[in-house]
């Protein structure tokens, strides 16, 4: 039903920015999308979330980006973006696109969707 699609990851040099995008896609006429989020696995470590935005505009960052990283989403293009400034090497990760809908058919119902992941690597 619904497909996330992240662009925007790559390599940059400590201090640099990045801006992450992911696209929900589909037949979600009668979904809403909640809430579009971001998390990252770093290499030996466990997948985390970063920072999540309901459709209304409330965020949750976690504190190790607050300040560095800002969440935003266009509800018309079902579209979250990630900002990222000031990146350190240990921001390095692939980052997943995260989104939790609601719909009331066929019952109401949540669903969940993770998007492939899109490689950032922060070196010098």
């Keep these: 039903q619904v497909e996330l699609v992240e662009s925007g990851g790559g390599l940059v040099q400590p201090g640099g920015s990045l801006r992450l995008s992911c696209a929900a896609s589909g037949s979600i006429f009668s979904i809403n999308v909640m809430v579009m989020g971001w998390y990252r696995q770093a290499p030996g ?7 999540a935005i309901t459709s209304g505009g409330s965020t949750n960052t976690a ?18 973006y990630l900002q990222m400034n000031n990146l350190k090497p240990e921001d390095t990760a692939v980052y997943y696109c995260n989104a939790i809908t609601y719909s009331d058919r066929p019952r109401p119902h949540r669903e969940e969707y993770w ?10």
């Design 45 to 51: 470590k466990e997948r985390e979330l970063i920072s």
């Design 63 to 80: 504190d190790s980006v607050k300040g560095r990283f800002t969440i935003s989403r266009d509800n018309a293009k079902n579209t979250v």
């Design 115 to 124: 998007g492939k992941g899109t490689l950032v690597t922060v070196s010098a």
